[in-house]
């Protein structure tokens, strides 16, 4: 699993700043230090919309389409990802769930069914099936790679969602890396989401105020 950040607002924090005073009518507050303050208070509020006008895009790569199943049910963000249409698979690779991977004899069943997947596929295309049609043996394991636009709002409200105790353990190692990226890029805005070492969850700082 690979995720790279391509893109995210120039001087969001800034942006997010001006575009809330705006609703306090309070411009002649800013200067060049105040960005962070402004932002913890709008947090502290709820005023979670402002965040709206900041984006961030992924690449995100080397993830399963049961992961991408998942992701893109997220309406609100933009999707950009690779066609099983335009595509061949005829040398597809996979992802193995670690729990599968320990168990020997599941591990035997998994690999065999991934063999019979990529036979299954091969044959259909010498027989002349499209590539749209082919696809329909494929498992939902097959890797895949997407690109991802969202709002900062989103951004929070996925990574609060897909980072818990209760989520997927793939989309959850996903929310992990891009909260990493964000906090770098945009720290006041996910200053109070924060990732628990000991069980790569994301939690809600306690010490945010």
């Not at 502290?44 to 893109?72: C, D, L, M, N, W």
Request: proline share 3%.
């Amino acid at each position: 699993m690979k995720v790279e950040l391509l893109f995210v607002t120039p001087q969001a924090e800034k942006l997010i700043e001006t575009a809330g005073r705006t609703a306090y009518l309070s411009h002649e507050k800013q200067a060049e230090s105040t960005a962070e303050r402004f932002i913890k208070m709008l947090l502290s509020k709820g005023h979670h919309s402002v965040f709206e006008h900041a984006y961030a895009t992924f690449r995100i790569s080397g993830v399963s389409r049961a992961f991408t199943h998942q992701f893109v049910r997220h309406r609100l963000c933009s999707f950009t990802q690779q066609s099983q249409r335009f595509v061949s698979e005829a040398n597809f690779t996979y992802i193995e769930p670690e729990s599968v991977k320990k168990n020997p004899e599941a591990h035997a069943i998994f690999v065999n069914l991934m063999a019979e997947a990529k036979e299954a596929y091969l044959a259909l295309q010498k027989l002349g099936i499209k590539n749209e049609d082919a696809r329909f043996v494929l498992p939902s394991s097959i890797e895949s790679q997407l690109v991802v636009t969202a709002n900062l709002r989103e951004w929070r409200h996925i990574i609060k969602l897909r980072g818990s105790r209760s989520a997927q353990w793939e989309i959850r190692a996903v929310v992990l890396e891009i909260l990493s990226f964000l906090k770098q890029h945009t720290p006041a805005v996910f200053a109070d989401l924060v990732i628990n070492p000991a069980t790569l969850t994301v939690e809600k700082s306690v010490d945010f105020q």
